[in-house]
């Protein structure tokens, strides 16, 4: 599991890319992974990170993105 979901969180949480982070938050669900949108931010955060880079676009399609998510939760 990324996280446990605490509720509140979500509902006070901002992000520059939102939408990309609801977006791999979705992802995440349909797969069975519950998470807050600031644990999904800051997966991509700190994936970015690695590559020096401010925020990486989201692969186009979601499965793209679920197969480089998957990578990423394997590493936590």
């Known amino acids: 599991m990324i996280c446990k979901i605490r509720g509140f969180e979500d509902e006070t949480y901002s992000h520059r890319y939102m939408t990309d982070v609801k977006r791999i938050k ?14 999904c931010g800051n997966l991509w955060d700190d994936h970015s990170d690695d590559f020096a880079a401010g ?3 989201l692969p186009h399609t979601d499965g793209e993105l679920w197969v480089e998510l998957e990578g990423l939760i394997r590493q936590l």
């Open 26 to 39: 979705q992802v995440l669900k349909v797969n069975g992974y519950n998470s807050t949108l600031r644990d």
């Open 55 to 57: 925020w990486l676009n």
